[in-house]
């Protein structure tokens, strides 16, 4: 079985799929990639090419004269081709009224959201964990939390979404610098809390290699002191508060994009 996957940009999307239905067969196969197939002269000589190897094509063609010419040129040649994009065209299309602009290349385009995406993810990288202070400012989100409550990996989904993001975390004694207190109202901030058991069960694991403070006489009594100091630096932060207990990371980040309007949502459901 030879397919021949053609593109009018990398052909990335035609080859995986050739890939992913090919094998489903137990059958010698071969795929060959035709990538950036502007030209009518270009189609003509693939076809006659398949025609040589008996070969099926499947493509992704955007420009519809280019993709007509090619379902005539194979139709005439008794060549079965595909176009793997026309039914999701289609549907779109008919969902939204609007037609597709046929503009080649446009996922692998490193236009203004790609470059933003890439500043998101070295600001965010660079302000991990209170650092970087100086620069704090610059940032679209500022979140705190206390252990074990995803911070890093909440401002990672973030970024990747766009979003600058500094993190802080709120320890026992934890005071907040003057550089986040002058960022109150000017900067959305976010308050990262999880149930005490959760808290508990890492002070008990962190005690085994260290001693109770002089302050407390159990374990119970400074992990009730940590959670109560980290709402009183959220009270005077005026943060959103969110309890990430049973949340995920997605669901989070929705919550905060949709609080304060920052770009992109987006879900994942997992099965």
Not at 36 to 58: D, H, L, P, Y
Not at 134 to 161: C, Q, V, W, Y
Not at 185 to 203: A, Q, Y
Request: one cysteine or more; a negative charge.
């Amino acid at each position: 079985m030879h397919i021949f996957a053609v593109s009018d940009s990398v052909g990335e999307t035609a080859e995986k799929i050739a890939v992913a239905s090919v094998l489903q067969f137990p059958i010698e196969r071969s795929i060959t990639r035709f990538s950036r197939v502007t030209k009518e002269e270009q189609i003509v000589r693939i076809v006659e090419q398949a025609v040589k190897e008996n070969a099926i094509i499947i493509y992704t063609i955007v420009k519809p004269e280019l993709s007509r010419f090619l379902d005539e040129k194979a139709g005439d040649n008794g060549i079965v081709a595909v176009n793997v994009l026309a039914p999701l065209f289609n549907a779109i299309q008919k969902k939204t009224g609007l037609n597709p602009q046929g503009i080649t290349g446009l996922t692998h385009k490193m236009d203004e959201q790609y470059f933003n995406r890439m500043t998101a993810i070295e600001f965010t990288l660079d302000h991990d964990n209170g650092q970087n202070l100086d620069t704090i400012h610059e940032a679209d989100l500022i979140i705190f939390g206390l252990p074990r409550t995803s911070k890093t990996p909440l401002s990672m989904h973030l970024a990747n979404l766009g979003i600058k993001v500094a993190n802080y975390p709120i320890m026992l004694n934890t005071e907040i610098p003057e550089e986040i207190m002058a960022l109150q109202g000017k900067v959305p901030m976010v308050g990262l809390t999880i149930d005490m058991e959760t808290l508990l069960n890492l002070r008990r694991e962190r005690m085994r290699s260290f001693d109770l403070p002089e302050d407390f006489e159990t374990i119970d009594d400074l992990v009730a002191e940590e959670i109560d100091n980290a709402y009183r630096i959220f009270a005077r932060l005026k943060c959103l508060v969110i309890d990430v207990t049973v949340e995920n990371i997605e669901e989070v980040g929705n919550t905060i994009t949709h609080k304060f309007n920052l770009p992109l949502r987006v879900t994942h459901h997992r099965f």
